[in-house]
């Protein structure tokens, strides 16, 4: 069992930066790889980026690929995701999502946090 808590949301204006952070609990968390998702008003839910267990791989959605950054600290047992260069389209509720199958697909993850908002500005 993994519970994942995200935080950093917050209001930003277009062009700037903000770090979400996700605290995972349980001993296995390096173990699992870890996903961004986002949820914008009336659409589904989307991926935006993965890393594997140990951090070797990562991978982006093509709409924010050289903007955002995922990584994670196992002996903290966080993930991040640096965005920068934000745009109004990013706006939505972010999520974070553990899996044993790391990949893009939603279906792949187990475990979901409960969401942070992010509001970008124009």
């Known amino acids: 069992q993994v519970q994942l808590v995200e935080s950093g949301g917050g209001l930003v204006q277009a062009g700037g930066s903000l770090r979400l952070s996700c605290a995972a609990s349980?001993?296995?968390?390096?173990?699992?790889?870890m996903g961004w998702f986002r949820q914008a008003p009336g659409k589904e839910r989307e991926f935006v980026a993965a890393?594997?267990?140990?951090?070797?791989?990562?991978y982006y959605a093509d709409s924010v690929k050289g903007r955002f950054t995922i990584s994670r600290d196992n002996a903290k047992n966080t993930v991040y995701l640096q965005m920068n260069s934000l745009k109004p389209e990013d706006t939505a509720v972010y999520y974070c999502?553990?899996?044993?199958?790391?990949?893009?697909?939603?279906?792949?993850?187990?475990?979901w946090g409960q969401g942070t908002q992010v509001t970008v500005s124009s």
């Open positions: 999502a553990a899996s044993q199958k790391v990949g893009v697909h939603i279906t792949r993850y187990d475990y």
């Open positions: 349980g001993r296995t968390f390096s173990s699992y790889g």
């Open positions: 890393i594997s267990w140990s951090g070797g791989s990562t």
